[in-house]
């Protein structure tokens, strides 16, 4: 039973992962008819919503975009800042859509964001005393271990609809503003569908992962 939760973890990852980069791959090839940059669509869309005090930045590297709610800050990978593709765009505007999230004070972002550090300890703790659960064949350390992997689990469920709300704020934006053709929003719409299966693939992997753990205390009743 363990082996196969194992492996259909594995082929929802490299699925999952595997359509999330040609997709990417895809669009990060076809350049928007107006030209616009990344960092340009995402302040455009800003605007449009009366902020104008996040910062958008540069990073040093091909991934890893994210909006930082603690400085206000949309930090784009340089293919997106730069880059006109229709990726690139959709991606920048999913970011300003958490900075919407976080101008608007949405709670699901509030309680991630709190969560953060949290999540970060649980996840470690959790691993370490599930270790030791099974070195000492206790079954109390592996559910105090199995508890705080729930509240890791229960982080990235509340992550859902942060990336989900993010994504539609980019897809009105994009309807409404005019910035791409309907082909180029129905790519945009695309990247950022894949992108969010990432998250879900994340919460079932850990759904399967818990189940696992389940089975494994199980056996040492
Ligand atoms: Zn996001």
């Known amino acids: 039973m363990q082996w196969i939760l194992i492996i259909i973890s594995l082929l929802i990852a ?4 595997i359509y999330m980069k040609s997709t990417e791959k895809k ?39 994210h909006f930082d709610s603690a400085t206000n800050t949309i930090r784009l990978s340089k293919d997106y800042f730069n ?12 970011e300003a859509g958490h900075a919407l999230q976080h101008a608007s004070n949405y709670a ?15 996840s470690t703790l959790s691993y370490f005393l599930i270790l030791l659960g099974i070195i000492f064949s206790s079954y109390a350390l592996m559910t ?27 897809v009105m934006s994009m309807q409404s503003m005019g910035m791409l053709t309907a082909e180029e929003q129905k790519g945009a719409r695309k990247v950022l569908t894949a992108a969010a299966l990432t998250y879900v693939a994340a919460l079932l992997i850990s759904v399967l ?3 696992r753990l389940l089975l494994i205390r199980g056996s040492r009743e």
């Open 27 to 65: 669009y990060k090839e076809v350049k928007n008819q107006s030209g616009l940059t990344g960092a340009e669509a995402a302040r455009r869309m800003l605007e449009a919503n009366n902020i104008y005090n996040v910062q958008i930045e540069m990073l040093n590297a091909d991934d890893g975009d």
């Open 144 to 170: 105090v271990g199995i508890w705080f992997f729930v509240a890791v689990v229960a982080f990235q469920l509340i992550t859902l609809p942060v990336e989900f709300n993010a994504s539609r704020r980019a």
């Open 209 to 211: 992962q818990l189940i």
């Open 14 to 17: 490299a699925g999952v992962t």
């Open 83 to 94: 880059g006109t593709s229709v990726a690139a765009v959709g991606v920048a505007m999913h």
């Open 108 to 122: 699901p972002l509030r309680i991630r964001h709190a969560a953060v550090q949290t999540t970060n300890v649980s």
